[in-house]
């Protein structure tokens, strides 16, 4: 409980070589009179008790008055000297979260200053402190102080991290941009150059298969091409070669019109990717704006909690 604490001082008075045969020792009803208030650099006496006991020895009985006197520490240096000035320390630690992302050695300057500041005064407090084995209810406090400063660095540390896959996706989007220009310019002159041809091929198509209807209708054997069956050729001849046109000109129109969509779809599955401009979930900047809340909100709540405890142990008015 340092600096917190209360000590106890016992004073007893028997006698030494008389029993109660021959001295009695009792206590008045008003067992202890101070003569003045009673001041010491470090304690308050706070209380008092008395005690009666009666002691069998093997010369006889023996009378025991004690009394105890209970001194609270005063605190007041160490909250001037210790917890004030390591509360300024880490809340000076968080300044760094309003500078400018890109000033790393500012931030970097604070923070270890912050935390070198800390470890010396709590050096200076150690010299003041009882040598003890246990944890006292300071060392609690430094312990958590130079836990939030560290972590003030650990902050900084991920903050540069995401500043620089920041820039080097900003690089890339431009680097992956300049070529999907270029690859759109380059689908765009395919895209014409094949509606170009595609439509003139498609209209010869149409042409010789009209002919070739005409033709077939008319039943006329006068004349042989190499489209147009021999005149002893029948109907069933003539209909399965108009069903031939007409599937070789579907088939070339669908092979055009999937070569044009397949680019599209290169060209959106790159986009769903690698967009160039996508929101990115976590940024330096709302790591800083998240630590501008919680750091302070944390130590907040610390100080709540340390604090409520260590008043409700207290044994002492405040």
């Known amino acids: 409980m340092f600096p917190f604490d209360s000590l106890s001082c016992e004073i007893v008075l028997e006698s030494y070589s008389f029993n109660t045969d021959e001295v009695r020792l009792m206590w008045h009803d008003v067992p202890i009179t101070m003569m003045e208030k009673v001041e010491l650099p470090d304690f308050d006496l706070i209380g008092w008790s008395t005690d009666h006991q009666r002691l069998e020895y093997p010369n006889g009985i023996w009378d025991r008055a004690k009394v105890k006197f209970t001194f609270a520490r005063r605190y007041g240096f160490y909250l001037f000297q210790s917890y004030f000035p390591t509360s300024l320390t880490v809340i000076s630690s968080w300044v760094g979260f309003f500078f400018d992302v890109r000033s790393v050695s500012a931030r970097i300057t604070l923070g270890v200053s912050s935390l070198l500041a800390l470890t010396f005064q709590f050096g200076n407090v150690l010299r003041h402190l009882p040598r003890v084995s246990y944890i006292k209810c300071l060392d609690v406090w430094m312990i958590f102080s130079v836990i939030f400063i560290f972590c003030t660095l650990v902050e900084l540390a991920i903050v540069c991290q995401l500043n620089r896959w920041e820039r080097e996706r900003q690089i890339g989007s431009k680097v992956l941009g ?3 220009n270029q690859i759109r310019k380059t689908r765009k002159k395919e895209t014409k150059g094949e509606e170009g041809n595609g439509g003139g091929l498609l209209r010869k198509r149409m ?5 070739l209807k005409t033709d077939a209708n008319a039943g006329s054997g006068g004349t ?5 069956p021999a005149p002893n050729s029948n109907n069933t001849d003539n209909n ?3 069903a031939n046109n ?3 000109i579907e088939h070339d129109t669908y092979a055009y019109d999937k070569k044009s969509g397949f680019g599209y779809r290169v060209q959106q599955l790159v986009y769903m990717l690698c967009p160039p401009d996508r929101d990115w979930t976590i940024t330096s900047v709302q790591v800083d704006r998240c630590s501008m809340i919680m750091f302070p ?4 709540i610390f100080n ?3 604090w409520s405890i260590y008043f409700m142990k207290m044994d002492r008015p405040m």
């Open 178 to 180: 300049h070529w999907l």
């Open 207 to 211: 042409q010789g298969l009209a002919q």
């Open 224 to 228: 042989t091409t190499t489209a147009i």
């Open 240 to 242: 399965k070669l108009v």
């Open 246 to 248: 007409f599937a070789s």
């Open 297 to 300: 909100l944390s130590f907040l």
């Open 304 to 306: 709540v909690v340390y």
